[in-house]
């Protein structure tokens, strides 16, 4: 029965070690829908869409 006390005492440390490491940064808020969801997808696809021209223009 010890056992399982020390072991929460640990994971509880680990994740309130955690959290405090997240700082501002950490949203444990859930599902986001709607508005409030943010998608980086579209980041990703400027930036590759972006090599290539840049590759075309070092060629040159």
């Known amino acids: 029965m010890w056992k399982i006390a020390v072991g ?3 994971f509880a440390g680990l994740a309130l ?4 490491k997240g700082g501002d940064s950490l949203d444990m808020t859930g599902e986001k829908h709607g508005a ?3 998608h ?3 980041a990703k696809a400027e930036a590759s869409a ?11």
Do not use: H
């Open 50 to 60: 972006a090599a290539p021209a840049a590759e075309a223009s070092a060629a040159k």
């Open 17 to 20: 070690y955690v959290i405090g």
């Open 36 to 38: 409030d969801a943010v």
């Open 8 to 10: 929460f005492a640990i």
């Open 40 to 42: 980086s997808e579209p």
